[in-house]
């Protein structure tokens, strides 16, 4: 028998607790709940947990502080869950270091997906298997090639400028997780890049136009609007795309 992977429910409607924790028993998992930050940032050390779901609307402290506390000493992967549902929101979580951020309500066919994803990426060090194994991240019929430094399509190479092929690189690195503006800026140009996401914008729609079929209705680089971009995961990976998902009829709360 496998060792069941431990989740940290940090949750203080009741309700939405125990649905959550039903839920997940049902998939497998062991689930502890806390119902406040202050509870939440004992369990988190106490138990070790293997994920957590985090509400930012807490009795006590804010889950976005909670969050920055258990940044401070653990990479454990952290779903944000919250009615909180603007950009700025998910992007301020995501660059506190969340690892994902599902908005309320959502349906758990999404939230075990999103969940699946956030456990295997933390395992795997962030590490694609296929950029480990020979060099080259697939998705559909676009490879990176983080050797060669360069980009694929079918086969075809892609004629991507340096900046276009850094975005690509980085976005691959990372596949399946939603990298904000702010943080693809300051990996690609530095601490002092500037805030101004139109630059990326402009290098977006070039790189959609070299490697999507239909530049509107992208298969590998989709947009997170107002947040930021998300590469497509390799398929043989991970069976499945979370956001795929999404859309699919699933039970929601309450
Ligand atoms: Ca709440």
Redesign the pocket.
């Known amino acids: 028998m496998s060792i069941k992977e431990r989740i940290l429910i940090v949750?203080?409607?009741h309700g939405i607790s125990i649905f959550l924790k039903t839920t997940l028993n049902a998939h497998g998992y062991d689930v502890i709940l806390a119902s406040s930050g202050q509870e939440a940032l004992s369990l988190t050390s106490s138990h070790c947990p293997d994920l957590i779901l985090l509400?930012?609307?807490?009795?006590d402290i804010d889950g976005n502080d909670v969050l920055s506390e258990i940044r401070k000493w653990s990479r454990v992967p952290i779903v944000v869950i919250s009615?909180r549902s603007s950009e700025d929101d998910k992007a301020h979580a995501l660059d506190m270091g969340a690892d994902d951020y599902l908005t309320k309500p959502f349906g758990t066919v999404e939230l075990l997906a999103r969940i699946r994803t956030a456990i295997r990426h933390t395992r795997t060090c962030l590490e694609n298997d296929g950029i480990a194994r020979d060099g080259v991240f697939r998705t559909g019929d676009l490879a990176i090639d983080y050797r060669k430094l360069c980009v694929t399509v079918k086969g075809n190479d892609v004629h991507l400028t340096p900046n276009e092929y850094k975005i690509v690189a980085l976005l691959g690195k990372h596949a399946g997780r939603i990298l904000t503006y702010n943080y693809i800026l300051r990996e690609l140009w530095g601490p002092t890049s500037s805030s101004d996401n139109k630059v990326l914008r402009v290098h977006m729609a070039s790189i959609r136009r070299k490697i999507e079929d239909s530049p509107v209705e992208p298969r590998y680089i989709f947009t997170e609007a107002g947040v930021g971009y998300r590469m497509a995961e390799d398929a043989q990976q991970q069976g499945e795309d979370p956001y795929a998902t999404a859309t699919m009829d699933n039970a929601q709360y309450p």
């Open positions: 949750e203080d409607d509400d930012l609307g807490l009795p009615a």
